[in-house]
């Protein structure tokens, strides 16, 4: 029979606790290796580039805002009922430049032009075709005045 000794128990449970701890350690740095950096450059210099996209980014959104408003408004007064192609060409083109402030930067944070644009063209449309179906009642309506409103 085979007997294990006390000191070959201790040494074992050395061995055990040596490679316990060293696995652990090793997971750890995986997983969390870069979160305690201490290089104090680096960390500078990666939030200074942070600081510097999102100052950026306000930037073009405080340049933007005035159009936004003025697009908004032009959209809301739009009046189908009075056939002026122009008005539709600049609400186009404006609508089409706020797309394109997304495609100015890979942030994230510009999508949120291609939505406003996405929404205000759908804005545009919905009353375009409004107009369109208030003319179709309004002719129907004459049509039936017209015919004695059989």
């Known amino acids: 029979m085979y007997s294990v000794s006390a ?3 201790r040494n074992y449970f050395i061995y055990l606790l040596l490679m316990f701890l060293l696995t652990t350690a090793i997971i750890w740095w995986l997983l969390m290796g870069d979160y ?6 680096k960390t500078k210099e990666k939030y200074s580039g942070q600081i510097n996209k999102d100052l950026e980014f306000r930037k073009d959104q405080q340049q933007m805002l005035p159009a936004i408003d003025s697009l908004f408004t032009r959209i ?6 009075v056939n002026a192609l ?3 060409n600049e609400i186009s083109e404006q609508v089409r430049q706020l797309k394109k402030m997304s495609e ?6 510009y999508k949120s032009f291609n939505h406003l644009g996405e929404i205000y063209a759908e804005y545009f449309n919905s009353k375009k075709e409004l107009g369109n179906i ?3 009642i ?3 309506n004459k049509s039936l005045q017209r015919s004695g409103g059989r």
Do not use: C, H, M, W
């Not at 305690?36 to 450059?41: A, I, P, Q, R």
């Not at 809301?76 to 009922?81: I, Q």
């Not at 100015?104 to 944070?109: E, G, H, I, L």
């Open 7 to 9: 000191e070959q128990k």
């Open 138 to 140: 309004n002719d129907i």
């Open 104 to 109: 100015k930067s890979v942030d994230p944070r």
């Open 86 to 88: 122009y008005a539709e």
């Open 36 to 41: 305690f950096n201490l290089n104090v450059t």
């Open 76 to 81: 809301a007064t739009y009046n189908p009922a």
């Open 134 to 136: 208030q003319k179709g």
